[in-house]
């Protein structure tokens, strides 16, 4: 296989990382000129790596993206304009700087929007190329399982029931790099209690959208078990921690980050936060998840952050920060051990 040198983010003259206060600053100036467009993240990888970490970053488009009717569509509902950007939540401030807004909506990995053949180029970082005839307009999630209220749900009503805030978290991948992201959604907690769940709900199981037609991820890529599907135990889903994303920046989500509605995860490897999400089922058991089920000696239910367990095919003592390409130890559950190491006691 030829090595493909592509600039890391950091290489980039034109991509500068952003201090929060001064993110802060230009938040209450787009509040002030209402001024809306779209933005987001994820991880969700599959790879082998080598023994020390490195970064495959996408290359800026020389030429222009061709568009579409939808190309420019973001999940939007009456009124939506006015909750965004939300007002921060200061209890999650983080101990260093936000990740590049550039390098965030376009340093992710989503599979169901990667052409099969940049897999084996090892391109996996550009599905904003490919995103254009996605449509996540009126959202829906479907309910099942053992909760009190079941069916499908409007997104919009949703948001608007339960309303936004916005967090920033560090965000970890499992292929050892690592960002610090401003997320706008609300506690999965606050979600799953609307829905009032039975107390014999032990976990809940999650299912992507997948669309052969508009993902050419899902239609070229057909050995994999779409749809996406992943599982929390219902403690962790009701952890403080927990998050539903529904924007990133003070902007709703772009459709390569997981639009219209994502979990946000930061104590775990970033392929247990689900993107698109349509399905939530609440169960008395565990549930199977994705990439368990393709490799279960590399892919554990947990996958939680923890240095001194290694991936099978590499070490996760260490991590890459998308912002300077800095290599930094690796922090047990990401660093937010006082929120959540009691799960695992």
């Known amino acids: 296989m030829a090595h493909i040198k592509v600039r890391k983010p950091w290489e980039i003259k034109d991509v500068k990382p952003v201090e929060e206060k001064v993110y802060q600053k230009r938040r209450k100036v787009i509040k002030q000129l209402g001024l809306m467009t779209g933005g987001l993240l994820a991880g969700r990888l599959f790879t082998s790596c080598e023994k020390e970490p490195s970064i495959i970053a996408p290359t800026p488009p020389t030429t222009p993206i061709p568009s579409t009717p939808l190309a420019d569509k973001t999940f939007t509902f009456e009124g939506m304009d006015r909750l965004y950007p939300a007002t921060l939540n200061p209890k999650y401030e983080l101990d260093r700087a936000l990740s590049a807004e550039i390098d965030v909506t376009r340093y992710n990995n989503f599979y169901e929007f990667i052409p099969a053949a940049n897999l084996e180029k090892e391109i996996r970082y550009d599905a904003y190329k490919y995103v254009a005839d996605f449509d996540n307009r009126d959202w829906k999630i479907q309910v099942t399982g053992l909760a009190k209220k079941t069916g499908f749900f409007n997104l919009g009503d949703l948001i608007e029931e339960i309303g936004l805030e916005e967090r920033t978290y560090r965000h970890r991948c499992v292929e050892r790099w690592s960002m610090a992201v401003p997320w706008t959604g609300f506690p999965l907690a606050k979600l799953l209690q609307f829905f009032e769940p039975d107390s014999k709900a032990t976990?809940?199981?999650t299912e992507s959208k997948s669309n052969a037609a508009t993902m050419i991820g899902v239609r070229e890529m057909d050995w994999f078990p779409w749809a996406y599907f992943e599982g929390l135990r219902m403690d962790e889903a009701m952890n403080e921690l927990a998050f539903v994303a529904t924007g990133l920046y003070g902007k709703p989500l772009a459709k390569q980050n997981g639009a219209p509605v994502r979990f946000v995860l930061p104590w775990k490897y970033g392929y247990k936060s689900p993107k698109s999400i349509v399905k939530?089922?609440?169960?008395?058991?565990?549930?199977?998840?994705?990439?368990?089920?393709?490799?279960?000696?590399e892919y554990s239910f947990l996958s939680n952050v923890d240095p001194e367990v290694p991936h099978p095919a590499w070490s996760q003592a260490l991590e890459t920060k998308i912002i300077n390409g800095d290599v930094v130890k690796t922090l047990k559950y990401n660093g937010y051990g006082e929120y959540v190491a009691d799960l695992y006691k």
């Open 203 to 205: 976990h809940i199981r």
């Open 280 to 297: 939530i089922e609440f169960l008395d058991s565990e549930p199977e998840t994705f990439w368990h089920q393709i490799a279960p000696d």
